[in-house]
C-alpha cells in the first residue's frame, strides 16, 4: 500500500493549513520531517524541516496509528502557518521522502476501504463539504453518523429473511411448508412502502441541498431589482425610475424554509428595445427557461399595458408566482389572476407572502425531517429504485398466483441493490463516481 499526501485545507492564504499523509509510511515521514517524538493522538507544537533537515516552519503535529484514524491507517498532519507556499513546500518534502500525492477522496476512500464507515457516510462526506445552508449540512450529518446505512441494512435484513423462509421451503419441502402468500405479499409491500418513502425524503434532501431557481421577471420599471433588494435586505441591484435600467442578470442567494432560493434579476421584457437592452432580454429568455419557478411582477399602479400582458401570456405555461407591485400607489392595474398577490415590495407581509408562495410552489410547502436518514446521490437512488422495482415485480408475481419461488429472484435483486447503498456490493465504477466528486486531501 502506496502512502499519499495532499494539502487537506482549501487554496489560498489563511490562519493555517493542513498537510496531510497516510499510509505506511506516515510514521517514518513525521521521523524525518519532525525529528522528535509524537506521542499517539496528542498534537505537539515542533520544528517542521524538508528532507534534507532544512527548517521550513515552527506548526503543530499529530500522529494518529492505524486502525484508530480517519482512514484506518498511521496518519500524519502537519498544522503549519496559512502560506500557499509554506504548504506546498511541505507537501513537497513528503513526496520527496517516497510518499504520492493523493487523488481526489482518496483519504476517504481508504477510510471506507478500511471499514472506517460505510458507503453512504462516504458520500455524506462530500455532501457536508459542498453544503450552503445549514439545512444541508444538517442533513448531511444525518448520513454521516450512519443513518442510512442503518435504514438500508434494516430493510436488507428484511429481504434477507423472506429469502432464507423461501429456501427452506424449497430445500426442505417435506419439512418447511411454504410461506402463506398473503403474508408474503402485505411483507413485501411494506418494504416496498418504506422504499418509497425514503426516495421521496430523499427528492426533498435533493432540494435542501441543491436549492431552487427564481427568475423575477417583468416589464421595464415593474420593481423586479427592487424586489430582488427587499429580499436580500440589502442593495444589491442598481434601482432607478428610468425603465431598462436594468441590462443584464444579477444572481443572488437567500434562504426560504430552510432551502437555498437562487434568485435572478432580469432585464425588463419590452418589444422596442435597443441593441444593449436585446442582448439583456435575451438573457432574461434564457434564465426563465432555466429556472424552476418564474416570478412575474407588474406593476399594479398602472393600467394594464401591452408590455405587461405579453409577459403575463409569456409565463403562462411556467411554473409561476405573479406579483402585482406598488400596492402603495393604488391598484389599478391588478388583474383577476387566480393566487396572485397584492403589495408592495416595501410592506414586510408582501415580502413574507411571496416566499411563502415561492416555498408552496418550488416544494409544496414540504419539510423534511433533517435529522431522518435520506438518499442523496445519484447512485442510491438508482439503487434503491432498482431494488423498490424489484419488490414490486415479486408482488406482481405473488398477486397472479405464480409458484411463490418465483420471486427469490426479485428478492435477491432488491437485496444486492440495497447493499451497493451501503458500499457491501459497490462497482468500482460507482466507487470511482462517487469519490471523483471530493476534492484532493479530503
Not at 496518519?75 to 481526489?104: I, Q
Not at 429473511?161 to 424449497?170: K, M, P, Y
Request: aromatic share 2%; glycine share 8%.
Amino acid at each position: 500500500m502506496e502512502t499519499i499526501a495532499a494539502i487537506a485545507t482549501p487554496p489560498g492564504r489563511g490562519a493555517i493549513a493542513i498537510v496531510r499523509a497516510s499510509g505506511p509510511m506516515a510514521g517514518e515521514l513525521a521521523a524525518r520531517l519532525v525529528r522528535e517524538h509524537l506521542s499517539p493522538h496528542y498534537a505537539r507544537r515542533v520544528e517542521i524541516v524538508d528532507e534534507r533537515g532544512t527548517p521550513l516552519d515552527q506548526g503543530v503535529a499529530i500522529f494518529a496509528p492505524g486502525p484508530h484514524s480517519y482512514t484506518g491507517e498511521d496518519l500524519l498532519e502537519l498544522h503549519v502557518h496559512g502560506s500557499p507556499v509554506v504548504a506546498r513546500d511541505v507537501l513537497r518534502a513528503m513526496l520527496a521522502c517516497g510518499a504520492r500525492l493523493a487523488g481526489p477522496g482518496e483519504f476517504t476512500r481508504r477510510a471506507f476501504e478500511n471499514g472506517k464507515m460505510d458507503l453512504s457516510a462516504a458520500a455524506a462526506v462530500a455532501e457536508l463539504i459542498e453544503a450552503e445552508s445549514r439545512a444541508a449540512a444538517r442533513a448531511a450529518l444525518a448520513n454521516l453518523t450512519g443513518g442510512l446505512r442503518a435504514e438500508i441494512t434494516r430493510l436488507a435484513n428484511d429481504v434477507e429473511d423472506l429469502l432464507e423462509r423461501l429456501a427452506a421451503a424449497i430445500d426442505f419441502p417435506d419439512e418447511v411448508s411454504d410461506p402463506p402468500r398473503s403474508q408474503l405479499q402485505d411483507r413485501i409491500e411494506s418494504l416496498s412502502a418504506e422504499l418509497r418513502d425514503l426516495l421521496a425524503t430523499g427528492e426533498v434532501g435533493r432540494l435542501v441541498r441543491e436549492g431552487t431557481t427564481v427568475a423575477i421577471v417583468g416589464p421595464p420599471n415593474a420593481g423586479k431589482s427592487s424586489l430582488l433588494n427587499a429580499l436580500l435586505g440589502e442593495e444589491r441591484a442598481l434601482v432607478s425610475e428610468v425603465p431598462g435600467t436594468t441590462r443584464d442578470t444579477i444572481e443572488e442567494s437567500i434562504t426560504v424554509a430552510g432551502v437555498p432560493v437562487r434568485l435572478i434579476d432580469t432585464a425588463g421584457i419590452h418589444a422596442h428595445a435597443d441593441r444593449i437592452e436585446s442582448a439583456g432580454i435575451d438573457r432574461t429568455m434564457r434564465a426563465l427557461e432555466q429556472a424552476q419557478i418564474a416570478l412575474v411582477v407588474i406593476d399594479g399602479s398602472q393600467p394594464p399595458e401591452e408590455q405587461s400582458r405579453n409577459v403575463l401570456s409569456l409565463t403562462a405555461e411556467h411554473e409561476r408566482i405573479v406579483f402585482f407591485n406598488k400596492a402603495d400607489l393604488g391598484m389599478t392595474g391588478a388583474s383577476d389572476i387566480n393566487g396572485a398577490i397584492i403589495g408592495s415590495v416595501f410592506q414586510k407581509e408582501t415580502l413574507g407572502a411571496l416566499r411563502a408562495a415561492i416555498a408552496h410552489l418550488g416544494w409544496n410547502d414540504e419539510r423534511v425531517d433533517l435529522s431522518r436518514p435520506h438518499l442523496a446521490t445519484v447512485v442510491e437512488f438508482d439503487a434503491a429504485s432498482a431494488a423498490l422495482e424489484a419488490l414490486v415485480h415479486a408482488r406482481e408475481t405473488l398477486e397472479i398466483g405464480d409458484p411463490i419461488d418465483l420471486i427469490a429472484g426479485d428478492l435477491r435483486e432488491a437485496r444486492a441493490a440495497l447493499r451497493k447503498i451501503t458500499g457491501e456490493e459497490a462497482t468500482e465504477e460507482m466507487l470511482d463516481g462517487i469519490f471523483a466528486r471530493f476534492c484532493i486531501g479530503k
